[in-house]
């Protein structure tokens, strides 16, 4: 219901390259704000959470979506988002909310089975939830010897996990689809959305010296 309703009010879909990426990445821009159609409230949380000190910001937007995301608000999104245009050759982008005041963007990813990202740190300060399916996430290490960074640890986020992190060189990560099933999740980044193909990703070197990743409990 909501998805074509959607669809028929928002004839706006543009696709968007993202100059940064090492790999092309469709970027779907809704004409309509779709978290305030689906998740009420949600943007003005994270708004609030942004309102804090700096170094809780992102610990406080995870909050926020962990909050607001209870079961039938994380279906009616993620019914509406796998009824959206979508890449078959990687993972697609969608503009769910854009701050008015431009403090934060929020979107959607929908990684069908082998999309991933290329591996990257982040400008901005991001906190992202898996609405459905699981998704790999690979942790590297960032060398300034060397300039480059080494994988060092391999977790799973399941549906209902969230993890937030500032920007900067400590925060390296690839998150990739390496199930049968397709993936939905929502992550919130500190830009606003005119920025979001070109001051969100990092992409970072990645060294080839081996490491041996290791399953650890999720954030
Ligand atoms: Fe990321």
Redesign the pocket.
């Known amino acids: 219901m909501c998805g074509s309703f959607v669809m028929q009010t928002s004839p706006a879909v543009q696709s968007l390259p993202a100059a940064n990426q090492a790999t092309a990445v469709g970027v779907h821009v809704q004409s309509e704000s779709l978290l305030e159609l689906e998740v009420p409230g949600l943007a003005e949380s994270i708004r609030q959470a942004c309102l804090g000190e700096a170094d809780l910001v992102p610990y406080r937007v995870r909050q926020a979506l962990n909050q607001a995301l209870d079961r039938a608000s994380t279906d009616r999104l993620v019914s509406t988002i796998m009824s959206l245009p979508y890449s078959a050759q990687t993972y697609t982008r969608h503009l769910l909310y854009a701050d008015p005041a431009g403090m934060f963007t929020v979107v959607a990813l929908r990684w069908d089975p082998t999309q991933g990202?290329p591996v990257?740190a982040?400008y901005t300060w991001?906190a992202y939830r898996v609405l459905s399916g699981v998704l790999s996430e690979s942790h590297f290490e960032y060398d300034r010897s060397v300039e480059q960074a080494y994988l060092f640890n391999r977790v799973t986020r399941a549906a209902g996990q969230s993890v937030c992190g500032h920007g900067g060189m400590d925060f390296i990560?690839r998150?990739h689809n390496d199930g049968d099933q397709t993936v939905v999740s929502i992550h919130v980044y500190g830009i606003d959305a005119a920025r979001m193909s070109t001051h969100v990703?990092r992409m970072v070197t990645v060294s080839l010296r081996a490491e041996t990743p290791s399953q650890a409990p999720g954030k």
């Open positions: 990202s990257h982040h991001c990560h998150l990703n």
